[in-house]
DNA sequence: AATGAATGAGAATTCATTCAT
DNA sequence: CATGAATGAATTCTCATTCAT
């Protein structure tokens, strides 16, 4: 999905639309999509009025650019994360632990968009909703290749693959709640502690720690 | 905290704004807060323009009156469902076993919760938020009981009290994704036997399922 | 001129208009006429929005009564105070003398007359500056029959008539600009000076001066 | 002091504002500042709603533009005036004169300075009384340097300055009363006389009058 | 390609007035 | 006579979008 411009060089298309995209998320973050005018973001964005509109058709194509380079953002990562590791327990904890860095990096961008993808026109909600089915789709797949080799014990992953997603963003959600309590790294290691008993993983190893090494192998 | 009218007699105050939040929530089922417009708002709650203004001094305050009616909502069922059984296990299968289905019954009323509590103005934020943080509290009390009876192992029963609650509105935020592959009553009967399993309870029962029932491990 | 009510007893209708002219004109005072809104003017008059309306038609109506009172108030001390002296030089230096007392004590109401008079419908607006130009009459048969037994020299009575009543509110209209330098004392005795100078009286007496006694006949 | 505007070319700024004022005094002419409505001003401006505001912030901007526009033109005649003569007689006279004349030419505008000042937000109303108060100052040093050259007795010019311009403003506040009365010709050569008079100015010549050129006592 | 001035539909809110009790 | 709840027209102001330069 292309968001139609009026203007032609592809490479500028794509310069200018970044540079969009940060503008605005730069007045989202504190105004939110609804509250903040075009004339606010195309400041933010040091663009002009008129050029904004050369760029983009309707306001509601922001929302769509700002909803895609974030995901672009997180899943790419991840993508990374996953590719770097063979078996399905270092991709999950490694998946896992990157999920929840980003939501402590991201947390303003996630938050974003929990509330703001219901903002979406139905043709970009689509468009959004399907390129993050496809990312628990990753996930699924993952729980089930874990199962398939054994070392998973889980009966519907497609629900388990929810669980983690929803989980991954329990920073910009409920951090306002956990954080003045347990700081993000105990959090981090906690939730990958969790996710394994729940899947039944024996003898779990967590990246980056060092506490709980003896229960290794 | 209460909503500044200028009307004198409560209990015309107390039905009006039920009818208000009613009307209101009607309209934010649709379009969300931002694009329901007050002159919507006051159709859909079958009351004039101006007589709407008489019970209310700015848009913002139908958003806490809706916040709160639906909390009010969600924490009493909840409540009374804790204070029906005694045992932590009981307690905690059959708060999460309600907090599950409200979140199907309400669906839209929780999604609007996580989608526009970041539209409260200040003063309302905190006050909601103090609810809510209540709500989590209980939820950990109730933890802490199992932890300390040695029913429930759990290091972080604060990190796992908001798990569980965001967990609670998965329906809402992650449902559609889950239940095009699961009914709602597979989905009930799995989280709480994942939760029970991150808990490290043995032997558990989950209430009005067959199946479990002696599900051991 | 008459406002109607839908009140029978005078007795009463008396007491309430009244009573409504001080609480407007409490509020007129901080926030004008337009300003001030029918519910302020009923809660500043301690009385209820229904009642106020059964003793008004209309909020011009509380303007029209307001004015009324005010000049009530005015042309009554003045009144007075011409009736208690024989000759025009003396009728006409207590006259000022006591017109700028007033517009001491009564600055808000002398401006607001000034200030408010123009908001007054077509109807109102002829009856309020009949009555204001029977007041400048008054003054004009003062200083006629002081030309008239040779102690004023003036070509047009109604020209000073006039500049003597504007001067008359120069508290109110210019005294930001005056009191700063001078007090109110200094200012009413040279203006009584300068207006028997304007008017060739030699030889003059400023009731309550000392200071220029030395120069009485 | 200057009004903050969403236009960046200042010589379309000043246009565009002078352009409000105009339309905007035409329509306060005949209802005064709060019962005209942007709407009406707007399109007495020939500009259209959403323009208007791209030069104004608030209504309130556009009582300060008018105020700002009528003392503009207002100082810039009498300050003219004052520049063509040398000695104070000449000066004053000709000042009052051009006063007295502005004040038949612009009685809307005048009436409206007094009845509406009040109506300034208090930034604007500094100002505003900070230029009247500059203007006052003109007067006044320029009897203080009759005084001081030995041909006006005037002990208190502040005082006097003040009655003067107040008297200035005699055609719109009292012209009603007057007018049907007195040509304006008339009033504007006995006002000159009887000011002189008061400032004990012997032998005066009054500018444009042939009746009074000798005039002496 | 870029700029920024222009537009008008639509938003929230106020308030004089009426009317049932 | 008194009360205060109800009404909706009118007001100020915002903002996405267009268009001339």
New binding site residues.
């Given amino acids: 999905m292309v968001v139609k411009t009026k ?3 592809p490479d ?1 298309i794509q310069k ?1 639309q970044k540079q969009i995209c940060r503008g605005a998320m730069r007045v989202f973050r504190h105004k939110g999509f609804h ?5 606010e973001i195309a400041k933010a964005s040091r ?5 904004l ?3 983009i ?4 194509d922001i929302l769509f650019l700002v909803h895609s380079d974030i995901l672009d953002r997180i899943y790419e990562c991840l993508n990374m994360c996953m590719d770097a590791y063979e078996s399905p327990i270092d991709q999950l904890t490694h998946a896992l632990q990157e999920l929840l860095n980003l939501s402590c990096e991201m947390k303003d961008e996630m938050l974003f968009i929990y509330t703001e993808t219901k903002s979406l026109e139905s043709k970009y909600l689509h468009e959004i909703l399907k390129r993050e089915a496809e990312f628990t789709d990753s996930f699924e797949k993952l729980i089930q290749r874990g199962v398939d080799e054994g070392v998973f014990d889980c009966p519907k992953p497609r629900l388990v693959s929810n669980i983690i997603i929803l989980v991954g963003a329990i920073m910009p959600l409920r951090g306002w709640n956990i954080l003045p309590y347990h700081s993000s790294e105990e959090i981090v290691e906690e939730l990958i502690h969790i996710t394994l008993k729940a899947l039944n993983v024996r003898g779990e190893s967590v990246p980056g720690s060092k506490s709980r090494v003896v229960a290794a192998t």
């Fill in positions: 203007i032609k060089d500028l200018r509250s903040a005018s075009i004339r663009i002009s009025l008129g050029s509109y050369d760029y058709e309707k306001k509601e």
